[in-house]
């Protein structure tokens, strides 16, 4: 149990479908991450949060959408994904962001969505 | 090309084999972390160095910190099943906000 919980942990759809992934964490944590992980490349990180207000945006596509309504809860909203897009997205946590590049926060990871595109 | 390049990409060992994977990156940092990932989970935290040479041991696993912070080593002594998985390493770099990047990763597999 890392206190970051993702629902589904898979998901199929297809292209012209819209879903929400959901990330939850019970860590008592102010920022939040989307990160996405495809095969033979990096992980990637699409998009954070800190204190709700969101501080990047790694030129993600706008088929997927992020929510933060507070502190403990995070969406990613998909609508027309693209075959390209199936990969497993992880959710993480931590501390809220300093901005000083010395202050590298734990994240706490979820077990992720494993997301197939048809 | 990557921030961070970690090498190998693939280790497969015997049981009670040594082992060391790096990262490497032409960039200096001020911090790195280590995370290992086991299939069909999420990673999780091992260490984070912050001292250019820094060493740190958790049990059978060695961490070093590069002295000019480019790049990091993890030895694993008297590997063990249990230590399978994907080792990551990750940075912050702020140079432009708050950018987390992990490298390409190891995957290890310990054969018992």
């Known amino acids: 149990e890392t206190g970051v919980t993702q629902t589904p942990r898979h998901l199929v759809m297809g292209m012209t479908n819209k879903k929400s992934l959901k990330c939850e964490q019970h860590?008592?944590?102010?920022?939040m991450y989307w990160y996405k992980q495809s095969a033979k490349k990096p992980l990637e990180l699409m998009f954070v949060y800190n204190f709700k207000e969101q501080t990047e945006n790694n030129s993600v596509p706008s088929r997927f959408s992020p929510e933060c309504p507070n502190s403990s809860h995070l969406f990613l909203h998909l609508h027309t994904l693209q075959p390209e897009d199936s990969a497993l997205y992880l959710c993480a946590s931590s501390p809220p962001l300093s901005g000083r590049d010395y202050d590298i926060q734990p994240q706490h990871f979820g077990d992720g969505t494993r997301l197939s595109i048809l | 090309t990557q921030l961070l390049e970690q090498s190998p990409q693939f280790l497969s060992i015997q049981e009670g084999e040594n082992l060391t994977v790096y990262c490497n990156s032409s960039?200096?940092?001020?911090?790195l972390q280590w995370y290992r990932q086991e299939p069909g989970e999420g990673p999780v935290l091992l260490v984070t160095v912050v001292t250019g040479g820094e060493v740190k041991k958790l049990k059978r696993l060695t961490f070093q910190f590069g002295d000019a912070r480019k790049d990091s080593s993890l030895h694993i002594t008297a590997a063990q099943p249990g230590d399978t998985g994907l080792y990551l390493c990750a940075v912050l770099a702020l140079n432009t906000g708050n950018q987390f990047y992990f490298g390409t990763g190891t995957s290890l597999t310990v054969i018992p």
């Open positions: 960039s200096v940092f001020s911090s």
């Open positions: 860590l008592g944590h102010n920022a």
